[in-house]
C-alpha cells in the first residue's frame, strides 16, 4: 500500500502563518478549546494548511505523520483529491442540492442507501441520513423511541450507556456519556441514562484477564441495572465495538453476543455507536463484525466520507423498519441537509476507492505487525496498558515506577507538556489526554504502509522513553 501518491497543492499563494493566526484569534471559535488561552495573535494556534498521503503540512510548511487521520476521518489519507474532486463535480453540475423530505429524494442518495446495505451488518437494509456522528445518535434515540410507542410500549423512555464512553455533544447524545465536565455547564440531560461498567480491565483483578469470566461478569452487571431500571422501561442500549474515549478500550470474547441476547430477553434495542469503528478502522466495514455485533441500529460519520465532506448515518434493520414503516405512520425527524447529494456522491466514491484499493485488506494484512509494535511499548515504564484493534491504539499511562497516578507537577510536566510537545517535534500529530485517564492515541490512515506505522511506533517509543526517565 502506497503512502506517497499525491497531488501537491503550491504554497505559492498560501497566506502567512503568523497572519492566519492571528485571524482566528479575531474571528474563529474553536471546538472543545480553551478559546481564550490562543493568545491575541493566535499564537498557540496550530494550523494545517494542506496533507499529501498520509502526511499533513503546517501554515509553516513542516511535515507531519498524521497519526489520528483528522480526527478519525482521514481514512483514505490526503491523495485522492483528484477522484473526489471529479465525484462532486459531477455532482454537482447535475443536482446541488435536494431534501430527503416529504416523500421526496434524489438518486445519488439512493445509491448511497443501497450501497451500504450491501456492506451493512446482517438483517439492517435501511438508512436515514444526517449530517454527523451525533446526529446519527440522536436519531438513533428516536427512531427507538418511535419503535416501542408503536408496538404499544410508551414507557420505554430509558436509555443505558457505558461509563466513560462518548457519543456526541448535541444535547440529546450528550444525555449518553457521564463526564461532568461535559453535562453539567448544560443541565439535566434529555434522556434519563444508566451507566454501566465499560470493558476496560486495566487495574482490575487477575481474574479478569479471563474472557469467560470477565464476560460473565459484565453482562450480570448489566442485567442487574435492566432489573434494577425496569426492563419495561429500557428503549435501547449503545455502545462503540471499541470505545474510543478511555483508550481504545476492546470487549472480551463473547460480549457482543451477550449485549444481543440480553436485548432479546427484555426487549429493548441495541445500538453499535460505530462513528469511529466504521470503514476499515479495524479491519472491517463495521467493526462490530469483528466481534460478533448484531445490532438493530448502528450510526456512522466520519470515515463514510473519508473526510472529504461531512456525513452521518443510522443503519435500522429490519425487524425495526417493520414496525415504523407501517402505512400510515409518520417518522416526525429529519434534518435539512441529510444525504446532501455532494456527501452521497462523496460517500460513493469512498466506497469504491476502498474497495478498488483493497484498504481492508491492507489493514488487515498490517494489523498484527502493528499491534506487536505497540505491545511492545508496554515494557516503557510510564506505559501502564496497550490495548487496541486494527488501526486504532492507545497507551494509558501511569505516573510512577510502581503504577501508581500522576502527582499534579508530573501531569503538567508530561501529559500537558513534554509528551504532546515531543511528538510533535519528532513530526507525529497524536492524540494525548489528559482528564480521567492519561493516554496517547494513534489512529493512522488506512493507507498506511509498515515503513509509516514503524516510524509511528518509533516516535512514541522515544517520547515515553523520554518520559520514563522522568518519573
Known amino acids: 500500500m502506497t503512502t506517497s501518491t499525491s497531488t501537491s497543492t503550491s504554497t505559492s499563494t498560501s497566506t502567512p502563518a503568523g497572519e492566519l493566526t492571528a485571524t482566528a484569534a479575531r474571528h474563529l471559535l474553536l471546538n472543545m478549546t480553551p ?29 507531519y505523520i498524521d497519526g489520528l487521520s483528522g480526527l478519525y476521518c482521514c481514512q483514505l489519507g490526503y491523495s485522492y483529491a483528484p477522484e473526489f474532486a471529479e465525484a462532486a463535480g459531477k455532482q454537482l453540475r447535475e443536482l446541488c442540492f435536494s431534501p430527503l423530505w416529504s416523500s421526496s429524494a434524489h438518486p ?41 410507542a408503536l408496538r404499544g410500549e410508551p414507557d420505554r423512555v430509558k436509555a443505558i450507556s457505558r461509563r466513560g464512553a462518548y457519543h456526541g455533544l448535541t444535547i440529546g447524545a450528550l444525555s449518553l456519556t457521564d463526564d461532568p465536565g461535559l453535562r453539567e455547564p448544560y443541565g439535566p440531560g434529555a434522556i434519563d441514562t444508566t451507566f454501566v461498567s465499560n470493558t476496560n480491565r486495566f487495574g482490575l483483578d487477575p481474574e479478569c484477564l479471563d474472557d469467560g469470566v470477565y464476560t460473565t461478569r459484565l453482562l450480570a452487571e448489566l442485567e442487574a441495572a435492566i432489573l434494577a431500571e425496569g426492563p419495561e422501561t429500557i428503549a435501547m442500549l449503545i455502545a462503540e465495538p471499541v470505545q474510543n474515549r478511555g483508550g481504545c478500550i476492546t470487549p472480551p470474547e463473547g460480549y457482543w453476543p451477550g449485549l444481543r441476547a440480553l436485548a432479546d430477553r427484555y426487549g429493548f434495542l441495541l445500538v453499535a455507536d460505530e462513528v469511529i469503528t466504521a470503514f476499515g478502522r479495524l479491519g472491517e466495514w463495521f467493526g462490530g463484525d469483528r466481534y460478533g455485533a448484531r445490532p438493530d441500529m448502528v450510526t456512522v460519520a466520519k470515515g463514510i466520507t ?5 456525513m452521518g448515518a443510522t443503519l435500522v434493520s429490519n425487524r425495526v423498519t417493520e414496525v415504523i414503516n407501517q402505512p400510515g405512520v409518520v417518522l416526525n425527524h429529519g434534518y435539512t441537509f441529510a444525504g446532501h447529494p455532494l456527501s452521497a456522491a462523496i460517500a460513493l466514491r469512498s466506497l469504491e476507492i476502498m474497495e478498488r484499493d483493497r484498504i481492508l485488506e491492507n489493514v488487515r494484512g498490517l494489523q498484527d505487525h502493528l499491534a506487536g509494535r505497540m505491545a511492545s511499548l508496554g515494557d516503557l515504564p510510564i506505559v501502564g496498558d496497550v490495548r487496541g484493534a486494527g488501526f486504532f491504539y492507545a497507551c494509558e499511562l501511569v505516573g510512577d515506577l510502581n503504577g501508581g497516578g500522576f502527582s499534579d507537577t508530573a501531569r503538567a510536566d508530561l501529559i500537558t507538556d513534554l509528551i504532546p510537545r515531543r511528538l510533535r517535534e519528532a513530526g507525529l500529530l497524536a492524540r494525548v489526554y489528559n482528564r480521567a ?18 516510524r509511528i511506533a518509533d516516535i512514541l517509543a522515544d517520547t515515553l522513553d523520554e518520559a520514563s526517565a522522568r518519573l
Open 35 to 63: 478559546n481564550g488561552s490562543l493568545g491575541a495573535d493566535g499564537e498557540n494556534l496550530f494550523v494545517v494548511q494542506r496533507g499529501e498521503g498520509p502526511y499533513v503540512d503546517d501554515a509553516d510548511g513542516k511535515r
Open 108 to 148: 445519488t442518495a439512493i445509491e448511497l442507501s443501497e450501497r451500504l446495505a450491501r456492506i451493512a451488518p446482517v438483517d439492517i437494509e435501511h438508512t436515514f441520513f444526517s449530517g454527523g456522528g451525533a446526529e446519527a445518535v440522536e436519531t438513533a434515540w428516536k427512531v427507538a423511541r418511535r419503535y416501542h
Open 306 to 310: 473519508a473526510g472529504y465532506a461531512p
Open 437 to 454: 485517564a492519561p493516554l496517547v492515541q494513534i489512529a493512522p490512515p488506512l493507507i498506511s504502509d509498515r515503513h509509516l506505522l514503524d
